[in-house]
Nanobody, 114 residues
């Protein structure tokens, strides 16, 4: 079972940047696509970005050009670099193995506000 620990969230002004990290335990990390997801207040969790084992990436339209997902298989860690943050990016951010419905971590809060 892969366990996930997200970190790096915080309070940032509009236009600012944050880098989220997700440390994964378990041997299946390097064999699976990984994704970042978020849940904004009053909304359902949505996917934000995914990265395959080969490094191919995809993003939800609302973050294209602003967010970058990457992974370090040697460290079992996936990252989300978030630039030009907007108030609508405020949410709890989670990572998970793509397609896995369980095993969510505690997430990390990102608040974009002046």
């Amino acid at each position: 079972q892969v366990q996930l620990v997200e970190s790096g969230g915080g309070l940032v002004q509009p236009g600012g940047s944050l880098r989220l990290s997700c440390a994964a335990s378990g041997s299946i990390f390097s064999a699976n696509a990984m994704g970042w997801y978020r849940r904004a207040p009053g909304k359902q969790r949505e996917w934000v970005a995914v990265i395959t084992t080969g490094g191919s990436t995809n993003y939800v339209d609302s973050v294209k050009g602003r967010f970058t997902i990457s992974r370090d298989n040697a460290k079992n860690t996936v990252y989300l670099q978030m630039n030009s943050l907007k108030p609508e990016d405020t949410a709890v951010y989670y990572c998970n193995v793509v397609g896995r419905a369980s095993g969510w971590g505690q997430g990390t809060q990102v608040t974009v506000s002046s």
